[in-house]
């Protein structure tokens, strides 16, 4: 057996309006924001170590090289246009003392700090706002320190992933990330040791220090509610020296609706070690059903398993290939055969899109007469893609309350709601956005409800909206039991105790209690 960092990882995956302006207010707006920006400036060099300097880390809207640090990780073009509200300052952490400064700065002045490890947040919370507010960039924090002995890595918030390359650890391990392996060993926070924070008070914590309230909060509860996270330890997992993957197609026909039935009852209960998704989408020749397979073995155990449970696939030997598992990382991304595994390493994505994405949970088979309007549903709207993540083995094994992540026992799958486009146009981006929700309008019978469940990673402005005032806590409540489920409460009283005055905030962050 091989053991592989990369093994836990593996992840995937409404429009933020700036109220109009007249000409005059917008002046005062950029003129009041100057003076901000110029008082953080003055308040972080100040406090700036002369063993560790903070000057050159400082991007502010005059430096010319502001937009290229600003765009480098924005992952979603819908908030990169000419009205979206940009940072005051970008601050490029490269030690402790430079987001510890940061803290203490914008709690002086009353200033929203944001916190970026990767940009791929789908509503673009990390650098995005509807108030000044600045961004602290944690992608130089990104080393990977494997203890092989011990089977454990640290990993830094801004090392990027796999099966999605270009994601940060940050919130793809706090958020509940999951990957192909999540039927076999659970989800990333499912093997969390320890971690490395800074608090709302500017101290460094670990697991020991933190306290074991705090350090639950990490294991799904979107630790950005709460703290900066700066590192995380987490248990290795083993897989052997070959897997075998798929990736498979079918096109709508007689027998379309009976496949898709099957893969239903199939894929949640399949071996622990074979990871099953379904994505369908519509080409330019009709719907189409892709099933892609991560196996942990060879290719005739697999090929024997699927016909005996999943006969109606008819996946052949040929279909199969045995490949180490990095290699099934690239595969898993629809990289071709025999891209240079230093791939992995290219923090930049392959392209960009505009996007919007939303979620469900899946507790029961969709009904044949659900599939067959699903079908039609689809090929109306033609763009919006609907994959199933299949749930069971390991994720039906551990408490919903273990961590803050409730999504367990009782769901089948997983399914992410998926539009991308070109352009940023705000009447373009309003069109796809409706797309994708009037399909998952159209899932509401068949779908979790009471509460409606959703992934917290597929970040979805449409559940709601906190806008930090008095009404805070309501305002959390609605979007937080779909996210969190029974565990909100929990995280509210966390929060009030370690971050008593909201510091640590975004448009769904938890939030305190109220006074």
């Not at 590192?231 to 075998?244: E, G």
């Not at 239903?264 to 189409?288: E, M, S």
């Amino acid at each position: 057996m091989k053991i592989s960092i990369l093994a836990l990882f593996v992840t995937i995956f409404a429009i933020v309006l700036l109220p109009a302006l007249t000409p005059s207010s917008a002046a005062a707006m950029v003129s009041n924001d100057n003076s901000v920006q110029d008082e953080l400036i003055k308040c972080l060099l100040d406090h700036s170590s002369a063993s560790n300097p903070i000057s050159s880390l400082i991007y502010a809207p005059q430096n010319t090289s502001y937009s290229t640090v600003l765009q480098s990780y924005i992952r979603n073009l819908r908030f990169n246009t000419t009205t979206t509200r940009k940072p005051l300052l970008i601050v490029t952490a490269t030690h402790v003392s430079h987001i510890q400064s940061s803290i203490m700065c914008a709690k002086n002045l009353g200033v929203e700090m944001k916190v970026r490890s990767g940009g791929h947040d789908y509503e673009g919370l990390s650098y995005v706002s509807i108030v000044p507010f600045f961004v602290v960039d944690m992608f130089n924090f990104r080393s990977v320190e494997v203890n092989l002995v011990e089977e454990t890595a640290w990993v830094d918030a801004g090392a990027t992933l796999g099966v999605c390359p270009t994601v940060g650890a940050g919130g793809h391990i706090t958020g509940g990330g999951y990957g192909n392996l999540m039927r076999k060993y659970g989800l990333t926070v499912d093997n969390l040791v320890d971690a490395k924070v800074i608090d709302v008070h500017g101290r460094v914590l670990d697991r020991a220090t933190m306290g074991e309230d705090l350090f639950w909060v990490l294991q799904g509860g979107g630790g950005g509610s709460f703290c900066v996270i700066l590192s995380y330890k987490i248990k290795l997992v083993h897989v052997p020296k070959n897997v075998t993957v798929f990736r498979v197609s079918r096109m709508l026909d007689q027998k379309f609706t009976n496949l898709v039935d099957q893969y239903q009852h199939v894929a949640p209960n399949l071996d622990h070690d074979a990871f099953i998704r379904l994505t369908l989408d519509v080409t330019k020749t009709g719907l189409r059903a892709t099933f892609r397979c991560l196996f942990l073995g060879d290719t005739q155990t697999l090929v024997s398993l699927v016909n005996e449970n999943f006969p109606l696939l008819g996946l052949r030997k040929s279909d199969c290939l045995e490949m180490s598992w990095l290699e099934s990382v690239l595969f898993y991304y629809d990289y071709a055969l025999g891209t240079p595994l230093d791939t992995l390493l290219d923090r930049q994505p392959s392209s960009l899109t505009s996007l919007k994405r939303k979620s469900d949970y899946l507790k029961d088979p969709i009904p044949r007469h659900g599939l067959e309007g699903l079908w039609k549903k689809m090929v109306q709207l033609q763009t919006p893609q609907l994959t199933f993540n299949p749930y069971g083995g390991r994720m039906a094994e551990i408490p919903a309350n273990a961590t803050p992540f409730p999504h367990r026992a009782g769901n089948m799958f997983k399914l992410q709601y998926a539009t991308n486009w070109d352009g940023d146009e705000n009447e373009r981006s309003k069109y796809y956005i409706e797309l994708t929700r009037k399909l998952h309008s159209y899932m509401t019978p068949f779908v979790s409800m009471n509460p409606r469940e959703a992934f917290l990673n597929y970040r979805d402005l449409d559940l709601g909206i906190n806008h930090q005032g008095p009404t805070s806590y309501v305002q959390g409540r609605k979007y937080g039991l779909k996210y969190f489920k029974d565990n909100f409460d929990r995280l509210v009283k966390i929060k009030t105790t370690v971050d008593p005055d909201n510091f640590f905030r975004n448009e769904q962050s938890i939030p305190t209690l109220p006074h």
